[in-house]
């Protein structure tokens, strides 16, 4: 049997014959930047996620510049953030030109730790920059509390956790400063490209984001800041929307998958294998993240046996060689590197059947019970 990391074929076919006049009409009309489907698509986005404000952008990359570029942060400045995570967290930062001040993470969620966070504040640091990992929120109460405190920026990079909620019932995107999404295509709400979102409870920073992504004209030809070239265009904004309407099932099905995990690898007597815990609130599993011995031996011999998986993330941030200047070494940030060395991602998608999950795990098995 052959089980991908992640097919997004049979998804396709739940909406294709939707979709296909959608955008039909779109290249009847021409209008392929910004326009009324970017405009309807961020109202149906903010509904979502419980905000006021949507931003339609590029990618989820640009989505965490353009957020820090319109809360004024750059050189000098110093944002705190997690070294276990996608590169485009960290890359924003420097990006812009602050320093990024990395703190370690839970070992549990891997997120960041807020109990870590407040010793790296300084006179410079600027904001923080906490990250909803494989669509489990962060520990966000914490994170606003320090960031009141301290009169920090809150910016939330909910790239794989649209649609996540926190033991309140709050939406990734709506409780920081800033909310930042993508619509990669292997994200639970992917488009055809790039594609991203900024949040905003407060008007005027919306607004400011909504010019700056546009070169931070307002109206044409009229500069009041810089901004860029960040602007979502029509075809993605109409996928978007397309599919949104099916998210809440797609993520209840990535739940339904890993419940159905947690039984078969009891029932498999895999105590070695330690599983995700869904934590507090909505967890909407972007990723099936488990930490397993011989990590790298697991991954040879499951890729061998026609089962997709996937290292998130080998190398942490702190080490990486385009940020050796930060002075940060191996052993400065233990859990991070930990998860590093130990986790891998096994399918979720929602598609997954019963057949093709008992296939992994059976797989897993064969592994650890050979001598």
Same mark, same amino acid.
């Given at each position: 049997?052959? /089980?991908?990391?992640?097919?997004?074929?049979?998804?396709?076919?739940?909406?294709?014959?939707?979709?296909?006049?959608?955008?039909?009409?779109?290249?009847?009309?021409?209008?392929?930047?910004?326009?009324?489907?970017?405009?309807?698509?961020? +109202?149906?986005?903010?509904?979502?996620?419980?905000?006021?404000? +949507?931003?339609?952008?590029?990618?989820?990359?640009?989505?965490?510049?353009?957020?820090?570029?319109?809360?004024?942060?750059?050189?000098?400045?110093?944002?705190?953030?997690?070294?276990?995570?996608?590169?485009?967290?960290?890359?924003?930062?420097?990006?812009?030109?602050?320093?990024?001040?990395?703190?370690?993470?839970?070992?549990?969620?891997?997120?960041?730790? &807020?109990?870590?966070?407040? +010793?790296?504040?300084?006179?410079?640091?600027?904001?923080?920059?906490?990250?909803?990992?494989?669509?489990?929120?962060?520990?966000?109460?914490?994170?606003?509390? @320090?960031?009141?405190?301290?009169?920090? /920026?809150?910016?939330?990079?909910?790239?794989?956790?649209?649609?996540?909620?926190?033991?309140?019932?709050?939406?990734?995107?709506? @409780?920081?400063?800033y909310g930042c999404f993508s619509f990669f295509p292997s994200k639970n709400l992917g488009c055809f490209g790039d594609g991203g979102l900024v949040t905003a409870t407060d008007p005027a920073r919306?607004?400011?984001?909504?010019?700056?992504?546009?070169?931070?004209?307002? &109206?044409?030809?009229?500069?009041?800041?810089?901004?860029?070239?960040?602007?979502?265009?029509?075809?993605?904004?109409? /996928?978007?929307?397309?599919?949104?309407?099916?998210?809440?099932?797609?993520?209840?099905?990535?739940?339904?998958?890993?419940?159905?995990?947690?039984?078969?690898?009891?029932?498999?007597?895999?105590?070695?294998? /330690?599983?995700?815990? &869904?934590?507090?609130?909505?967890?909407?599993?972007?990723?099936?993240?488990?930490?397993?011995?011989?990590?790298?031996?697991?991954?040879?011999?499951?890729?061998?046996?026609?089962?997709?998986?996937?290292?998130?993330?080998?190398?942490?941030?702190?080490?990486?060689?385009?940020?050796?200047?930060?002075?940060?070494?191996?052993?400065?940030?233990?859990?991070?590197?930990?998860?590093?060395?130990?986790?891998?991602?096994? &399918? @979720?998608?929602?598609?997954?059947?019963?057949?093709?999950?008992?296939?992994v795990v059976q797989t897993i098995a064969d592994f650890y019970a050979a001598p």
């Amino acid at each position: 049997m052959n /089980v991908p990391l992640l097919d997004l074929k049979p998804q396709y076919q739940t909406f294709a014959d939707e979709l296909r006049p959608v955008l039909e009409k779109i290249c009847a009309d021409q209008t392929f930047i910004l326009g009324p489907s970017v405009k309807s698509c961020e +109202a149906a986005l903010a509904a979502y996620c419980h905000v006021p404000h +949507a931003i339609g952008v590029s990618s989820g990359s640009d989505a965490l510049i353009v957020s820090l570029m319109a809360a004024g942060i750059g050189p000098g400045d110093e944002v705190i953030t997690t070294p276990y995570t996608f590169f485009a967290t960290a890359g924003a930062i420097a990006r812009v030109g602050a320093r990024i001040v990395f703190a370690d993470i839970d070992p549990d969620s891997f997120n960041l730790d &807020p109990a870590l966070v407040e +010793a790296r504040i300084t006179p410079r640091t600027r904001a923080i920059l906490p990250v909803h990992l494989y669509g489990r929120l962060a520990d966000m109460a914490a994170f606003e509390a @320090i960031a009141r405190k301290h009169n920090l /920026v809150l910016v939330e990079d909910a790239c794989q956790a649209i649609g996540a909620e926190d033991a309140q019932g709050r939406r990734a995107g709506s @409780i920081g400063d800033y909310g930042c999404f993508s619509f990669f295509p292997s994200k639970n709400l992917g488009c055809f490209g790039d594609g991203g979102l900024v949040t905003a409870t407060d008007p005027a920073r919306a607004h400011r984001v909504e010019i700056m992504r546009n070169h931070g004209m307002e &109206p044409q030809y009229y500069h009041h800041c810089i901004g860029g070239n960040f602007r979502l265009d029509a075809l993605q904004a109409a /996928v978007i929307e397309c599919k949104l309407k099916y998210l809440d099932g797609w993520s209840a099905a990535r739940q339904t998958n890993a419940k159905r995990y947690v039984k078969l690898f009891a029932e498999a007597g895999l105590s070695q294998v /330690v599983l995700p815990t &869904p934590g507090p609130g909505r967890h909407v599993y972007n990723q099936f993240i488990c930490r397993v011995p011989r990590r790298d031996d697991l991954v040879a011999y499951l890729r061998a046996h026609g089962v997709g998986c996937a290292i998130y993330y080998p190398v942490p941030l702190h080490v990486q060689e385009c940020f050796a200047d930060l002075g940060y070494k191996a052993g400065d940030f233990p859990e991070a590197e930990r998860a590093a060395r130990e986790t891998i991602a096994l &399918p @979720i998608y929602p598609e997954l059947s019963d057949d093709m999950a008992a296939y992994v795990v059976q797989t897993i098995a064969d592994f650890y019970a050979a001598p």
